[in-house]
């Protein structure tokens, strides 16, 4: 069944031609919603559609066929457009849906097996997908048909985020609950930054130094040049190194490691954990213009819920 549903994916790619970008020039035309709709089994595949095209930028939602008839047709606007899912292409409870879109001028793209069908002679742009067995032994129960039905919306979905440049900020606006939100976090939204900086001259002393790490609670502090850029950084680990009666007479520059990592303050929360596991550190100075503006501690990430 799985190949047969994966043939199916194979053939409606190689049978997509112009109509794909006819369809995408009305969807990212209209200045209202992309409403979706369907019924039974085309009806949850429309709903999936029309969530993942509100998740990606493209204002939409569903509208259930029946209820559409007894007055939620007053919830598609003229300056929407309908995406319609049927199989047959001949679903009846979607009739006065259709009728209503065309008298008033509303777009109307069909996704159907039914080439002759009323859908499909109907609409403004017929999608028909290919003649693929359903993956059902008796090919009746809708299997084949509705993942190629979901694999066409959500290419439609995606199509129309890349038109539209839908950023990785766009996603996270969309989706601040869960791991997706949360790994698209920036290192701007984490980081400590202002009087929590914990950032020392080159030329001051040890025991400045140490006070520092002390107070600022990160493990570590930042060395600056006379410019008030990063030179170096002196962790916990530097000061072990150092251990002696002499350690707090030396200078910050002295003990400092140059060079340190550090990470830019519009990277990704995911991209900073990532750097901190793979240099073996738990902090980073943020960077901007070749001077700290922020310092982000790995337990900020956890926080955060990045992983």
Not at 99 to 117: K, N, V, W
């Amino acid at each position: 069944m799985l190949k047969l549903e994966a043939d199916g994916i194979i053939a409606l790619s190689n049978a997509l031609d112009d109509r794909l970008t006819a369809a995408l020039d009305i969807l990212a035309g209209i200045t209202g919603r992309v409403i979706v709709t369907g019924m039974g089994k085309s009806g949850h595949v429309a709903r999936k559609i029309a969530a993942t095209l509100a998740s990606t930028g493209t204002p939409a939602h569903f509208v259930h066929p029946g209820e559409a008839s007894h007055g939620d047709l007053g919830m598609i606007a003229r300056d929407d457009a309908v995406i319609a899912l049927s199989n047959s292409g001949n679903t009846r409870e979607l009739y006065d849906l259709f009728e209503y879109t065309r008298r008033f001028s509303i777009p109307l793209i069909a996704i159907t097996s039914g080439a002759d069908s009323t859908m499909s002679d109907v609409a403004d742009i017929a999608f028909i997908l290919p003649p693929v067995p359903e993956g059902c032994p008796m090919g009746l129960a809708p299997t084949t048909s509705t993942t190629m039905a979901l694999a066409l919306g959500d290419a439609i979905a995606v199509a129309l985020l890349e038109r539209q440049g839908f950023s990785t900020t766009d996603f996270r606006v969309l989706h601040p609950g869960g791991q997706i939100g949360s790994s698209l976090q920036r290192v701007s939204d984490l980081m400590h930054s202002g009087e929590n900086l914990p950032v020392i001259a080159g030329d001051a002393r040890m025991s400045d130094a140490v006070l520092s790490m002390t107070a600022k609670h990160f493990g570590c502090v930042g060395v600056l040049d006379e410019n008030g850029s990063l030179q170096g950084v002196i962790t916990d680990g530097d000061l072990r190194r150092h251990m002696s009666d002499a350690l707090l007479g030396k200078t910050a520059r002295e003990v400092m490691t140059s060079n340190p990592a550090t990470i830019r303050p519009a990277a990704l929360g995911a991209e900073a954990l990532s750097l901190m596991n793979e240099r073996s550190i738990t902090s980073l100075f943020v960077m901007e213009d070749g001077r700290p503006v922020g310092i982000l501690h790995i337990h900020d990430c956890l926080r955060a819920g990045i992983r």
